[in-house]
């Protein structure tokens, strides 16, 4: 797996602000201690249903990972295109 910071768009890293690339394509957003989001490689899309909209600072590199509004992100969920799932369950 490779981790990375987000950059922004001074071209600098965003501190706490993660994107994980598995070795099998899928990719996860990571804000702080939680999963925000992943990208599967097969191209669905989970959100956590609990964190995925959690601040105004999740949201703004939420937006960056999925590039799209939160209002885009939103009426995915509500057609079904995005799924919400429990992504930090605790072991």
């Known amino acids: 797996m490779r981790i990375s910071n987000i950059i922004g768009l001074n071209g ?8 994980l ?7 996860y957003f990571q804000s702080y201690d939680s999963i925000i989001a992943v990208k599967k ?23 960056v990972f999925l590039n799209e509004t939160t209002k885009g992100t939103q009426k995915k969920i509500d057609a079904g295109i995005y799924k919400l799932a429990n992504l930090n369950s605790e072991a």
């Open 41 to 63: 490689a097969n191209g669905d899309i989970l959100l956590d249903e609990k964190s995925w909209n959690f601040s105004s600072t999740t949201a703004k590199y939420r937006n």
């Open 12 to 19: 600098k890293a965003i501190a706490n602000q993660y994107i």
């Open 21 to 27: 690339t598995h070795d099998n394509g899928d990719k």
